[in-house]
């Protein structure tokens, strides 16, 4: 992911498989869990844990996160950042405000968790015609919600979703929906690569889009637990390189795909517009 995200400047990724630590939580960072429960807890320090290995990984001194606007951290006026995490995992993307396109967004999602009756809430029209095209058919009788890649888009389109709202809250601290942003989704040979890389478009006139230069690149990618079937690179930190995001290419779609597991990884970049 650090090497697609390479156009951006200087960026950091950093994924954790398992529980976090909390004894490794700063002082002004433990009153923010001191009522959660236990679960809530150790994902909350694995996030933290991310975020500070991101920064080690910029060179920056690593640093406790208190709570910013919006629930999210509150991140150093030098960085633009943001964390994720879900069960047994976390992640959190780093970079240099002078060195970096803009506020990012991250997301981690369990694929199979974006549900079929939720997609009408979540997805415009043609975003749903699309997972039903990218799906496939792959035993042939008819119904193409029920094999192939659909789960793993769907939860890549949501993650992308979420991630968006995150990147443009720093500039136009508004709240935006899932059907105010339109994504563009890749082919469904796409998902046989490492990366995939999306657009976003504006959908609706709300106001505050007007804050942020559009489009908005994302990326997207599916994590596997080390040592797992499927498992990819388990590096678990990589420093954007300055010159160009590398080839992400990979082997041609096949039609006898097995049913995907995994976390959803994705990121999303918004500049505002100048």
Known sequence: MAQALAALGEVAVWELWGPGDPAALRPEE????????????????????????????????????????????????????????????????????????????????????????????????????????????????????????????????????????????????????????????????DFDRPIRTWYLTPATDLPALAAVDWPCRGWSTLRAAPGSEGDGERSNAARAPDAAAADEGGPTATTDRPAVAGVALTVVAAAPRR
């Open 30 to 189: 433990e009153p923010l869990v001191s009522d959660a429960v236990e679960g809530r807890v150790v994902q909350f320090a694995a996030g933290r844990q991310c975020a500070r290995a991101a920064m080690a990984a910029l060179g920056v001194e690593p640093m406790g996160l208190g709570r910013g606007t919006g629930r999210s951290a509150a991140w150093p006026p030098t960085l633009w950042g943001s964390i994720s995490h879900t069960d047994g995992y976390a992640a959190a993307v780093v970079g240099r405000r002078e060195r970096c396109a803009g506020p990012l967004g991250v997301d981690a999602e369990q694929v199979g968790r974006v549900e079929d009756n939720l997609h009408r809430r979540l997805f415009l029209p043609d975003e749903r015609s699309w997972l039903i095209d990218v799906g496939g058919d792959p035993d042939g009788d008819g119904d193409p919600r029920d094999g192939g890649i659909r789960a793993q888009a769907a939860t890549e389109l949501f993650g992308l979703k979420e991630c968006l709202y995150k990147a443009q809250f720093p500039l136009t601290g508004a709240w935006v929906g899932f059907h105010d942003v339109h994504i563009g989704g890749p082919k469904a040979s």
